[in-house]
């Protein structure tokens, strides 16, 4: 007769034995499947791909007003081409999808260690043959991958794109190199955010709070970045010359540009990417764009604030019981 109590262990299983250097991995995995059941996620991934759509419907726009002009009329999409640069709109795109790479970050990471700290979960976690370093570099990955895959693959879609459609006509020859600076820009933009959004997770047990809290200080911080490109705009776009006095406070209009979460995710962009920008669509415009940042400032503050919120993580991972 069989016993009534159900056998839990693993005595019976006869399946593969992964080695236990996977450990990490299925913890990473088990975070994004959680992820992405969830309806909102899928959204925010097909959102994010709306510059690149805009940019599409615009040369669409321009392709039929040129097939449809007049014998002699100038081409339209000859002169859009011949003032497009290819690598800003790369740029673009990634600086419009801030906000949409900011959801998903909550989305996937606000919740993945401070829900597991308020079910006390960590205790299971822990006294299983997982390690603090396993349990925090699944839950790293669970968020960076999918976060990774919100940000290249519209990218790399639009770069197919315009591979096939207007090789000859600057793509390639504007910036040879600019599909490595892709594949080097977006892991940083992401392992970013993963960095940080992990680490405030970390620092509650409630999900909403870490979310709330990352939130919070990228718009604060974003607002900050806004006000300076008021200034920037003022300075450079007054009538007349600029003044000495503005020239003189442009350097310092710029640096502070970049002091949010949002502005060194831009600054590590045109930096990469080796441009300051242009206008948005390939629209004419007198507005001046602000000038990249050096590269090596901006990841050392990127990694630097990276690195503290990992070890603030790997800090407040503990198997020991919250009383709240």
């Known amino acids: 007769m069989s016993s009534p109590i159900a056998d839990l262990s693993y005595r019976h299983y006869e399946g593969v ?3 236990p250097r996977h450990r990490w991995w299925a913890i990473a995995k088990t975070t994004m ?13 097909a959102s994010s791909a709306w510059y690149y759509l805009g940019m599409v ?16 009329a100038p081409d339209p999409m000859e002169a859009f081409l011949l003032r497009i640069v290819w690598k800003d709109q790369f740029l673009h795109g990634f600086g419009f999808g801030q906000i949409l790479f900011l ?17 006390n979960a960590l205790l299971v976690y822990l006294s299983k043959p997982v390690t603090k370093r396993d349990y925090l570099l699944g839950k790293w990955f ?11 693959i519209p990218s790399l879609a639009f770069f197919l794109f315009g591979l096939m459609s207007y090789r000859e006509k600057g793509f390639v020859s504007q910036d040879p190199l600019l599909f490595l600076k892709l594949l080097l820009m977006f892991p940083l933009g992401a392992a970013f955010h993963a960095s940080l959004v992990i680490g405030f997770s970390s620092m ?30 003022n300075l450079t776009m007054g009538r007349g010359e600029t003044s000495e006095a503005a020239k003189a406070a442009l350097p310092i209009v710029h640096s502070l540009y970049y002091a949010s979460v949002d502005g060194l995710n831009i600054g590590m962009a045109k930096a990469i990417l080796g441009t300051a920008g242009s206008p948005y669509f390939g629209i004419p415009s007198r507005m001046q764009m602000v000038p990249a940042p050096p590269l090596l400032p901006v990841l050392a ?6 690195a503290l919120m990992l070890f603030i993580a ?4 503990r198997a020991v019981e919250v009383v709240g």
Request: aromatic share 12%.
């Open 204 to 233: 509650f047990n409630q999900g909403r709070l870490a979310g709330a809290t990352y939130a919070a200080l990228y718009f604060v911080t974003n607002f900050f970045t806004q006000a300076m490109v008021v200034v920037h705009v």
């Open 17 to 19: 034995l992964e080695p």
């Open 103 to 119: 959801l998903g970050a909550l989305i996937l990471g606000a919740g993945t260690i401070a829900n597991d700290t308020r079910a």
């Open 33 to 45: 499947r959680q992820a992405f059941r969830k309806k909102v996620m899928w959204v925010v991934s």
């Open 314 to 317: 790997w800090r407040r991972i």
């Open 301 to 306: 503050i990127m990694v630097g604030l990276s």
């Open 57 to 72: 419907f615009v040369m669409f726009v321009l392709d039929q007003i040129a097939a449809n002009r007049a014998p002699n």
């Open 142 to 152: 669970g968020v960076f991958l999918p976060l990774l895959a919100i940000m290249l």
